[in-house]
């Protein structure tokens, strides 16, 4: 449990809005601007802070997007020159929030939780800050790049509603991606839960009680991003902002759909998770279960053999087969037929 809150005390002591660099998880911090209305789309990579401001007052939807949070002074100067609340600015760089809404007055403020899978067993999460402006949204990643490519694609297209509507459609059509990508998530995990699944009866470890454990880890994870955003897109839906329009609020409460059914295939399976160790142990019960029946069907074979031997293995000098010519043969060929008897009657039954 301590992964799930490590960093937290960094902030121990020192005063509110105070911003602490991120470990960076790229070399270096990237800013795109996508500037688009009906007409056409105009993209940028500026060099400087000083770039990106001085599009801050255009008449186009500007979309900034910020790939990068170890440079403070970058999310500094982007913060004051957009009139970002300070408090705003250190959420940006404290990755561990909760998906969340806050109402600004002339700017929104969302968090929401990315989750991808790496090398088919890591699952990595990454915080996206959004601010929504009445003209402009400002984007804040960590590191994917990729997320919102086919969000570029849609504004580089000709046709489509996105160029036609406001910024608060374009926060929108990110928080719809992102929801998105969590079914591609829980589809990769549902995958792996129905192999673990087959194999826990096949074959039951020590491998796959490990796995159980790693899965529930990454439910729980997912839990912790999912559940908040269902109260972010319900407080979105409300519409008690005026930056979100009455047009765009129809598409935020079908993303609210969605969000219900992710949360819903994601307790369905943590409950098939939960009821996986049951599983583990009762395919563990059978398989002990079966060694004992080979063992106790040996053990029957072998309890008159061993009787007769043991009688014949006694040194009494009066016995009166021990002189008999016949009768190392005659007990040999006794303990055989008793033994094929008992196998011959046990697999009649089925024991064997």
Do not use: C
Not at 20 to 46: C, F, K
Not at 186 to 215: C, F, K, W, Y
Not at 227 to 252: C, F, H, I, M
């Amino acid at each position: 449990m301590a992964k799930f809150s490590r960093g937290m005390g960094k902030k121990t002591g020192l005063a509110p809005g105070t911003l602490l660099p991120l470990n960076g998880r790229v070399d270096e911090v990237t800013i795109e601007v996508i500037s688009y209305d009906a007409a056409g789309v105009r993209e940028e990579q500026p060099n400087t802070v000083s770039e990106v401001l001085r599009l801050k007052n255009t008449h186009t939807i500007t979309w900034i997007n910020i790939i990068g949070l170890h440079d403070v002074e970058v999310v500094e100067r982007i913060g004051k020159g957009y009139g970002i609340h300070p408090l705003v600015l250190e959420d940006i760089l404290d990755t561990n929030h909760r998906p969340k809404l806050e109402d600004y007055g002339n700017y929104l403020y969302l968090v929401l939780k990315s989750f991808r899978r790496q090398d088919g067993t890591v699952l990595d999460t990454e915080q996206i800050s959004i601010i929504l402006g009445d003209t402009y949204v400002i984007t804040f990643q960590e590191e994917d790049k990729l997320l919102f490519d086919s969000l570029r694609q849609r504004i580089r297209g000709e046709s489509g509603r996105i160029r036609q509507l406001g910024a608060d459609y374009l926060a929108y059509a990110m928080l719809d991606t992102v929801v998105d990508n969590y079914f591609e998530v829980l589809e990769e995990l549902g995958e792996t839960i129905e192999e673990l699944e087959d194999a826990l009866v096949m074959e039951p470890g020590r491998n796959a009680l490990m796995e159980i454990h790693s899965l529930k880890r990454r439910m729980l994870l997912l839990r912790k991003g999912l559940w908040p955003l269902r109260e972010v897109v319900g407080a979105l839906g409300r519409g008690e902002s005026q930056l979100v329009k009455e047009n765009t609020l129809l598409y935020v409460r079908d993303v609210y759909d969605h969000t219900i059914q992710v949360i819903e295939t994601l307790e369905t399976y943590r409950d098939i998770l939960s009821g996986m160790l049951d599983i583990y142990l009762s395919s563990i019960s059978n398989r002990m279960n079966q060694i004992m029946k080979v063992l106790a069907i040996i053990s029957t074979i072998f309890i008159p053999l061993s009787f007769i031997a043991g009688v014949y293995g006694m040194n009494f000098k009066n016995m009166p087969e021990l002189d008999w010519e016949w009768g190392y043969p005659v007990i040999w060929g006794i303990m055989l037929t008793i033994a094929t008897t008992l196998v011959v009657l046990f697999r009649r039954k089925k024991w064997l």
